[in-house]
């Protein structure tokens, strides 16, 4: 039972418009969320997170949004490039019991971003 | 370049063989993770280590078996694998085991791919 879900696979947007990146979760257990990228041939590097206890956090173009009551979140990019083409994990994260954290990712989407 | 090597880039083996992943990291970090990504699934963690003692096995069959010998290498050792067990393997690393309030990011290599026959 996936407890992270990133249910577009794929998302097409042309160069400059915003993209979206939604990400739904189920454990309300989770109390801090990353995004991370990934390209071909290269292991994920992280890119922005935020905590439970926020619902927006900014860093340049990347902006992550937190509804905790949906259970929900989402990464905008304004405004989109194409070295932005890749794809994108959501992970969230609770305490394992033994007192560390570990990270439960999503299956991804592909960002394409249209010159 | 994150600063984590990973070798083999890709590896094909039989059921039978024995064999090893191997993963580096010049980061000066001191907790070291596996993960395992299947076709399809999303990226599961299978162990970690903080400053060399394994904390975390998250239940893992034991033809996987783990070791690091020091805070900048680990090692997946692989035997009598199984078809199923064909999927990228990711090791990374962070400054410390991620413990309450002190999230620690963590930095991943490129990955293995491995084939089982």
């Known amino acids: 039972d996936q407890q992270v879900k990133q249910n577009s696979p794929s998302l097409s947007v042309q160069e400059g418009r915003i993209s979206i990146l939604n990400c739904d979760y189920t454990?309300?257990?989770?109390?801090?969320f990353l995004w991370y990228k990934k390209y071909p041939a290269e292991g994920p590097t992280f890119l922005i997170s935020?905590?439970?206890?926020?619902d927006k956090n900014e860093d340049g173009r990347f902006t992550v949004f937190l509804n905790k009551s949906a259970k929900h979140l989402s990464l905008h990019i304004v405004p989109s490039q194409p070295g932005d083409s890749a794809v994108y994990f959501c992970?969230?994260?609770?305490?394992?019991?033994?007192?560390?954290?570990?990270?439960?990712f999503g299956k991804g989407t592909k960002l394409s971003v249209i010159p | 370049e994150t600063g984590v090597t990973q070798t083999p880039r890709h590896l094909v083996m039989g059921m039978t063989n024995k064999k090893s992943l191997k993963c580096e990291q010049h980061l000066g970090h001191n907790a070291m993770y596996w993960y395992k990504q299947s076709a399809k699934k999303p990226l599961e963690l299978m162990f970690v280590?903080?400053?060399?003692?394994?904390?975390e096995n998250n239940s893992v069959p034991s033809r996987f078996s783990p070791e690091c010998p020091n805070s900048s290498h680990l090692f997946l050792h692989l035997h009598t694998l199984q078809p199923e067990d064909s999927a990228l393997y990711f090791c990374a690393s962070s400054q410390r085991e991620w413990i309450k309030s002190s999230y620690n990011e963590q930095f991943f290599g490129p990955g293995t791919r491995l084939t089982v026959l």
């Open positions: 280590y903080n400053f060399k003692e394994q904390t």
């Open positions: 935020i905590s439970s206890i926020k």
């Open positions: 992970a969230a994260s609770a305490s394992s019991g033994a007192g560390s954290y570990q990270l439960t």
């Open positions: 454990n309300s257990m989770f109390d801090y």
